[in-house]
Structure formats: C-alpha cells, structure tokens
C-alpha cells in the first residue's frame, strides 16, 4: 500500500496509482481519507465563511432588484389600466369633437403628457376628427393631414374591429409620422411614438357608432422607469447611482423597445442604444424602427422572454450571453417581470411585454452589519461539519456512481444508445461501468436486427393485396334495395336506423350533412323506403336558380301568367303529388321563396303564378342542407318558423372522417365500380394504399374518396394500386396565392392574401380581381366551369377566413373582396 503514497518527485500521478487507487472499495477510501480531512476542516473555514458571506449579499441584491422589477412593471400595468378607465369613460357616451378636444386639454392639466393623440373613426367623413398633443397645446389635426400619416390613426386595426363596446384593444409600439402642415406656431412635421387604446363606441341603438383610440405617449412609460432607477425613486431604500442600472421594456415577440434614461431630460427620444451595443440581431420592427430584436444566439435573453410570455416573474445571475460589458459582468443581477393588459371587465389579463432590470451595483459593503452573526455561525458550523464529514466525504467518493447515472440519464435524453466513456475511479463504478457497456453493445445488436427485419416487413405489407370488404346488401322492410349507401360502421348504423324509423311516418324531413356525405341518397332511401315509393321523386336544387326561376320550378305557372308561358307548367310541387320532393340547398332560397314555402307546407296548398285557384298537393317534403341553419336563423338570412317547419324529423349524414372504418368498404365498392367503367379487369389495393387512403382526413368526404379512387384507377398502369398511385386533391396545390407587390403607398390600404388557398379559388380570385362585386355564377365561370356545390362551399369558405364579404341572400347574393370594402 505504501507504494501508492510515493508521489513526491512526480508532478502528475503515476498510471500505477491511479490504477491502484482505482482497485479501493468505497468503504476503504473513507476510512484512509478521513483523517487527513479532519485537518483541513480547519483551514476550509476561512473559506467557508467568505461563500456565506457573497451568497448572504447575493441574496440580499437579488431580491432587492426582483422588488423594483416588479414595482416597475407594476405601475406600467396600473398606467394602462387608468388609461383603459379613460377610454372607457370617453366611449360611454357618443364622442364629439367638443368632448375630446376638452378630455384632451383636461388630461393634459391633470395627467401631464400622458395622452399624445385621440382620434373618432366614425360612420362619415363629418365624424372623423384627431387632435394630438403639442408643446403649445391640444391642436385638431385635418382629417386629409391624417390619412396620410405614416400609421394613421383613421385606419382601425383588425384586432378591435372583432371587439365589442366595453373591450379595450392595445396595439404594439408604433411610430406616428404627421406631415408638415400650418398649424401651431410654424408649420412642422410631427413624429410620435406612441402605444394606442381602441375600442369602439356604441349608439343610441346599441349598435357600433364608431371608433375611439386614444395614444399613449411612450416616453410617459419610458419616463416611469427611468424614475424607479433614480434617486427619486418613490420605493429609495438606500443610496443608488443611476449608471448602474439600466430598465428595459420589451414586447412578448421579443423586441426590445425602449431603455430608462436620465430624469433630467423627459422629453427625450426613445432609445435602446446603451442595451443593444456589443448584441447581435436584428434592427427595426413593423411600425416602429427604433426596435431591437437580439439574435438567437443570445439564449439567456430568451430564456427570459420565454419566461414573460409565460406570465412569470423572476431573476437572472451571471449571465455571460445577455447584455454588452457596460450592462452585463460577472455578478449581474437580471429581475424581469411581465406587463399585462385587461382587454375587458370579464377578460383575463394577457401578456403585453415585459421589464427586464439589470443591476450592476453589487454594493459589498451593504452586508458589513452580518458579518459578527457570519463568523459565529462559520465557527459553529465548523463543529457541525466535522460530524457531517463522513456523509459528505461519503457522497464525494460515490461521485463516481453519480457520473455513471447521469451518462446513462443523458443517454435516455438523446435517444440513443452509445458506449459510456469515463475514467475509472474504483472498483464498483468500474465494474457496473463496464457491465452496462455489454449490456448496451447487446441491445444496439439486437436493435439493429430488428429495424432490418421491421424495415424488411414494412417493404412487403405495403405491397401486400389487400382483400377489400364488399358491401352488405340492405333492405328495407319491403325488400327494398339500398345499394348507393354504403358502410358497416356504427355511424352507418345509426343512419340506416334512422332512415328506417323516418320512413314509418309521413312527416317531413330535414337532412343536413357536409358537402359530399350522401345527402341526396339519404333523401332518394327514404324515398324507396316509404309507401310512396312507387310514386315520383322530385329534386330541386335551391341554390342552383335564381328566385324566379326557382319560383316557377316549385309551384309552376299557368298559361298566359308571363310572356314566355306558352302552356301550363306543373311545378315541383303537383309533380312530385303522392311521391316526394327534395329541396336541396334549401339555406340558399331567398326570403320570397321561404315565405312561399312556410305558406305551402302549413296549407299544403300551391298558387301557380297567374292563377287565382290554389291547388292541394300530397307530397313528402325533404329539405336538405350543408350550412348550420340555426347560425342563419340567428342571423336574419333564414325564416325561424320555416325552420322549426322543416325540422319535423332531422337526420344527419355523417362525415367520412368520423366513419374511417368505412374507407376499405367505400374503396373497395368504388373500385370495383371504377373497374367495370373502365374495363381495367380486376382492380385491388395494396396495405400502403389503404393504409395511406385510412390516414387521410377527407375534407371532401365520400365524394372525395369516390374521385381518388377514380383517378388512381384511371392513371394506375398495374392490377394492383400502389401507395405512390393514389393522390389527393390538395397534394395538386401549386402553393399559396399572395398579391402581387404593392406601391409602398398602397401597402397599407390593401392586405395581402396571404392564407392557403385551393388551385379553383387562386385561379377564379385571380380573375375576378378587377371584377367586383361578383355572384356565385360569375365564380363558376372564373374558375373554369366548377359545379354549383363547389363554387357555394368555395366562398363559403373564402367568407369564413375573411377573404370575401358578403352582402345578400339567396341567389341575389353579392361577394366582394375584403380590401374593396375597405375602401
């Protein structure tokens, strides 16, 4: 044993050594180190009691400077809060061009330089008044002067055009650029950065008059920081230098907006020069060019920023990646806390920005008054340390196993399996080390066969010919046939059921369902069904005709009733007598054809045009759907008592996403289907088309799933579909459409497209650009000749993502693009 303490003439250790050292058993280590250890306790004191002594300061700067963080973004939440008060009072009565002009010289007087703009949008050019703050007083900006501001105030935000009154939209930090004009003591051009408050203002009949948006002068924010980081502190707890110290206000996208400055100079422009210097990223933001955004490589600065957004408060040390030399060093204190903003009474607070506090001043001296309790209890704790040694000399020696665990809790991290590397320390770890690293070569052998054999499998059953399910043959109670309805699972079920009992009764029905799940075979079932069977099945479609020509095809016409009516004409009506009649896209009729509908089914009687006789008819109405009814009652476009009128009995097909487990039923049948048009022979999928077919989420339903497999076998140039050869409607997308670029003039009246849009929809908007207001027609017509059905969930869709607006009902309906009504 002597051998491994001969060490004096030798610098680094011998192999020999270490290799003996590496041979001890933990329990023989302790006993061998323990005493010499119990020497050193002694001169480790003097250190012990100078970590204590920068941890006690440490702790004491920390949470000092977490306290005016927080007081910071304190009072910036309570300035938008009594500006969210302000704007709410204004907006509670009708606002006048008197009554802002004399809130805007009040505030002045009482607030300061709070508030450096208020701005009306109101229903008229008369209506629309901005004044604005200047060293001289409140003056009225002219509405032209305005409209040609660099982010004018007369251009409502999308965001508080969604709001209702009482909710208070806070925009981002904006640069306001006024155009010299005549006003005040010289003509001057006028820049202000500025955060604004919308929100709109309700009439005397509770409907939006208009929109209110009073602008926060920045540097009012900017000022409130720099206060808190004087010496005029209002929460001063000890004496501070200002340079030592350095408030940032950032946004939750991560821009650094605005620093703390000087108290000296309030008036000063806003600037992130001090905190940006020595940091790498990116410079200006929309709307506002005096922004900083640091780079990613600057992770601290964003694991704080994850922290704002998150809603969380707290603090930073040493953090070598943040902040240039003047304002970042070894012992930095960074506190941040996040600025929140109450949209609304009843809203939840959201996260508006942050204040990130950097403190330099470590002020050492601050803990002298501990240093008698420090020493005491350094001395106690040395007692208490000798008897604590074995544990604590214990866990240093099972170090060992410690870096053991981590390297195999690292590996569990990463994913993958790999040697572990360390050195050897002694016996155990040594062993247990080189045990895992067998086990470990094992698992990876055999994890590799397996991904073979695994890779190999997969490459078979997806070539694999899958062995469709043919559909069951249904029928009715009658014996009736339905073979156009397919599908064995539990949505299917219900909907046979539901045919079936709907069928027992005469009443009418209301099928709704989305565009492509069988509405009409839905109808055409209960139709063969029921006892009226043997007689007419009548379709019209809704949607298809305008309002007089729809008129004419449901209740017909006698002779002589207009110039072209050469004989009598039934109507859809008296020929669908004793069979049944389906009114497909009924949400499209207009207001004059449900109000002659609703008279019809409560009389079941008709009026052909020109006649004065109504006539009886016995006919089964089925009305059918793809729009929620309830939501177009809610709205006007939809008679309420002819809804309840239709809804007798309601049925609703499902959506092939909520019937998956019908998809080898359906291909197979339209396969098969496909086949025999064709005259290909024998068609059949492989397990990756089905599969693929099975993973996909058919916003066109059935109809979608039936033009696939069509064109899979169309295109297919074997017996047997390949994955590769199955294609769906949105993989022919070529891209998005997005509007040409605009005069930088005009950028602000138009948005840009710039949403996923369908090849039929990019292709028909591109045409109808210059061709506004259109109709649905015109649309079938821009896009190449699109069916009605398609065209209808085409705007319908374009509406919903706020593309087009809509104006109309019916087949009289008019469509425009969003930026034309704009303007």
Same mark, same amino acid.
């Given at each position: 044993m002597l051998h491994l303490f001969r060490r004096a003439s030798r610098s680094q250790p011998s192999d020999r050594y270490i290799?003996? %050292?590496?041979?001890? =058993?933990? /329990?023989?280590?302790?006993l061998v180190f323990l005493l010499p250890a119990v020497i050193a306790i002694l001169a480790a004191t003097g250190m012990i009691l100078n970590v204590f002594s920068n941890n006690y300061i440490g702790l004491a700067l920390e949470r000092s400077s977490l306290i005016l963080t927080l007081a910071q973004a304190h009072e910036v939440d309570n300035l938008l809060q009594g500006c969210r008060e302000d704007i709410l009072s204004l907006a509670y009565r009708p606002v006048t061009r008197e009554r802002l002009r004399e809130f805007m010289e009040g505030s002045a007087a009482a607030r300061g330089a709070l508030y450096a703009e208020a701005a009306y949008v109101g229903e008229d050019n008369e209506h629309q008044f901005v004044f604005i703050r200047t060293d001289e007083g409140v003056e009225e900006m002219p509405a032209d002067v305005a409209n040609k501001a660099k982010n004018s105030p007369l251009v409502v935000s999308r965001k508080a055009l969604e709001y209702a009154p009482g909710k208070v939209a806070l925009s981002d930090l904006?640069?306001?650029?006024?155009? +010299? &004009? #005549?006003? #005040?003591?010289?003509?001057?051009?006028? &820049?202000?950065?500025? %955060?604004?408050l919308t929100?709109?203002?309700? #009439?005397?009949?509770?409907?939006?008059?208009?929109?209110?948006? %009073?602008?926060?002068?920045? *540097?009012?924010? /900017?000022?409130?920081?720099?206060? @808190?980081?004087?010496? @005029? =502190?209002?929460?001063?707890?000890?004496? *501070?230098?200002?340079?030592?110290?350095?408030?940032?206000?950032?946004?939750? *996208?991560?821009?650094?907006?605005?620093?703390?400055? $000087?108290?000296?100079? +309030?008036? *000063?422009?806003?600037?992130?020069?001090?905190?940006?210097? $020595?940091?790498?990223g990116d410079h200006g933001k929309p709307g506002f060019d005096g922004a900083f955004r640091p780079g990613p490589r600057h992770e601290g600065y964003w694991r704080i920023l994850t922290s704002l957004q998150q809603g969380q408060s707290g603090m930073e040390r040493n953090e070598p990646d943040f902040g240039p030399p003047k304002l970042a060093s070894s012992e930095d204190f960074i506190g941040y806390a996040p600025v929140r903003f109450q949209e609304g009474d009843a809203a939840e607070p959201v996260v508006v920005g942050g204040i990130i506090y950097v403190d330099r001043s470590l002020l050492p001296r601050a803990a002298e008054f501990g240093q008698i309790n420090i020493l005491f209890l350094t001395t106690m704790g040395a007692i208490v340390t000798l008897t604590a040694l074995v544990v604590v000399l214990g866990g240093a020696i099972t170090k060992p196993l410690a870096r053991l665990s981590e390297a195999v809790g690292r590996m569990r991290l990463e994913g993958r399996l790999h040697e572990i590397e360390l050195p050897d320390s002694d016996l155990e770890s040594t062993t247990l080390k080189r045990a895992i690293n067998r086990l470990i070569a094992a698992v990876m052998s055999k994890e590799m066969e397996i991904k073979a054999k695994d890779e190999r499998l997969r490459s078979v059953r997806a070539k694999e010919r899958v062995a469709l399910i043919a559909p069951k043959s249904r029928r009715g109670e009658d014996g009736v046939l339905l073979e156009d309805l397919v599908g064995e699972s539990p949505a299917m079920m219900r909907l046979f059921e539901r045919i079936r009992k709907i069928t027992a009764t005469d009443a009418d029905v209301l099928i709704i369902g989305e565009t492509g799940t069988g509405k009409e075979l839905t109808a055409e079932a209960i139709h063969r069904l029921s006892r009226r069977a043997p007689m007419p099945f009548i379709s019209i479609n809704c949607g298809a005709l305008d309002e007089n020509l729809l008129m004419d095809a449901l209740f017909g016409h006698v002779k002589g009733a207009f110039s072209e009516a050469k004989s009598d004409r039934k109507g859809a009506f008296l020929a669908a007598d004793g069979g049944t009649l389906l009114l497909d896209e009924i949400g499209n009729a207009s207001s004059r054809v449900q109000q002659a509908l609703l008279r019809a089914l409560s009389v079941r009687r008709i009026s052909p045009l020109g006649s004065d006789e109504e006539t009886a008819f016995d006919a089964r109405v089925v009305a059918a759907t793809n729009v929620n009814l309830k939501e177009l009652v809610a709205t006007g476009e939809f008679r309420e008592d002819l809804y309840y009128r239709l809804q007798v009995l309601a049925v609703t097909t499902p959506a092939l996403r909520e019937r998956i487990a019908d998809v080898p039923v359906l291909a197979g049948y339209f396969l098969r289907l496909a086949a025999r048009r064709m005259g290909k022979g024998d068609l059949a999928l492989s397990r990756g088309a089905l599969d693929k077919l099975e993973a996909h989420s058919w916003p066109g339903n059935v109809r979608e799933l039936k033009n696939c497999i069509i064109r899979a076998a169309a295109l297919a140039e074997r017996e047997l579909i390949l994955a590769e050869d199955i294609h769906f409607e949105d993989e022919m997308v070529e891209g998005q459409l997005v509007m040409e670029k605009l005069p930088a003039e005009a950028a602000v009246e138009q948005p840009a497209l710039d949403v996923p849009l369908t090849g039929r929809q990019r292709k028909a908007l591109r045409a109808l650009m210059d061709h506004v207001p259109f109709t649905r027609q015109d649309y079938q017509e821009a896009g190449g000749g699109v069916p009605q059905r398609t065209a209808q969930h085409d705007l319908q869709d374009l509406v919903r993502r706020g593309i087009l607006t809509k104006d109309g009902r019916g087949p009289s309906t008019k469509y425009t693009l969003s930026h034309h009504r704009e303007e």
């Open positions: 290799e003996g %050292l590496s041979q001890w =058993s933990i /329990r023989k280590k302790l904006t640069e306001v650029y006024y155009q +010299p &004009t #005549g006003l #005040g003591v010289a003509p001057r051009a006028r &820049t202000l950065a500025i %955060l604004r929100t709109p203002v309700a #009439g005397p009949d509770r409907a939006i008059a208009g929109y209110l948006t %009073l602008s926060i002068d920045a *540097r009012s924010v /900017r000022n409130l920081l720099s206060l @808190h980081n004087s010496s @005029h =502190s209002p929460i001063l707890g000890f004496s *501070r230098t200002s340079e030592n110290r350095q408030s940032i206000f950032v946004d939750d *996208r991560g821009w650094m907006l605005f620093q703390s400055e $000087g108290v000296e100079d +309030p008036t *000063r422009r806003l600037s992130v020069e001090d905190v940006k210097n $020595g940091l790498s």
